[in-house]
T-cell receptor, first 113, second 113 residues
Framework: GQQLNQSPQSMFIQEGEDVSMNCTSSSIFNTWLWYKQDPGEGPVLLIALYKAGELTSNGRLTAQFGITRKDSFLNISASIPSDVGIYFCAGLKTQGGSEKLVFGKGTKLTVNP | GAGVSQSPRYKVAKRGQDVALRCDPISGHVSLFWYQQALGQGPEFLTYFQNEAQLDKSGLPSDRFFAERPEGSVSTLKIQRTQQEDSAVYLC???????????FGPGTRLTVT
């Protein structure tokens, strides 16, 4: 089963507002990634984080890799209607010589124009 | 093409039928992954290939699921004797050898009736 807890499950905001969502885990991950998924499409990579404490921006998106390596957050500033979608965090797990992504259940974002 | 492609996009199967889902990764990507995404959930890892070698199949839910990538490029996920609980979106992702960032295809939505 999945090991990442994402919150909130869903958010309803007005266009122009800032958004914050986070992801926690009971396990340590060495890499965190944030993806966005639109209906009927596969997840699209937004930001990848490789070092504990790292803060990375991509346009209006900012993500941080927690110091304990057990959490991450994603902020979206000045939201616009096309930000609507489901945001997933994912941790990269190395196990038995193989690497695999473990995903959270997602945060569904709705932006009212 | 520029991205990962999957076919068919939609598949309806009667319970007990066999299905085959195809994935064309990004050209030159060494690693290929299959995920299963149930409704309202994040993707869950099924299996991982590096070139033609299947290095991890720990996520395959039963021996009815089989994946192959014989020439290290296109991959096929086969599900034998489909059951209703197999209904989900099946996502394929690829990444280049030195990168952990996985790029997803649009998925195949499988409905078992």
């Amino acid at each position: 089963g999945q090991q990442l807890n994402q919150s909130p499950q869903s958010m309803f905001i007005q266009e122009g507002e800032d958004v914050s969502m986070n992801c926690t885990s009971s396990s340590i991950f060495n890499t965190w990634l944030w993806y966005k998924q639109d209906p009927g499409e596969g997840p699209v990579l937004l930001i990848a984080l490789y070092k504990a404490g790292e803060l990375t921006s991509n346009g209006r998106l900012t993500a941080q890799f927690g110091i304990t390596r057990k959490d991450s957050f994603l902020n979206i500033s000045a939201s616009i209607p096309s930000d609507v979608g489901i945001y997933f965090c994912a941790g990269l797990k190395t196990q038995g010589g193989s690497e695999k992504l473990v995903f959270g259940k997602g945060t569904k974002l709705t932006v009212n124009p | 093409g520029a991205g990962v492609s999957q076919s068919p996009r939609y598949k309806v199967a009667k319970r007990g039928q066999d299905v085959a889902l195809r994935c064309d990764p990004i050209s030159g990507h060494v690693s290929l992954f299959w995920y299963q995404q149930a409704l309202g959930q994040g993707p869950e890892f099924l299996t991982y290939f590096q070139n033609e070698a299947q290095l991890d199949k720990s996520g395959l839910p039963s021996d009815r699921f089989f994946a192959e990538r014989p020439e290290g490029s296109v991959s096929t996920l086969k599900i034998q004797r489909t059951q209703q609980e197999d209904s989900a979106v099946y996502l394929c992702a690829s990444s280049s050898f030195a990168m952990v960032e996985q790029y997803f295809g649009p998925g195949t939505r499988l409905t078992v009736t």
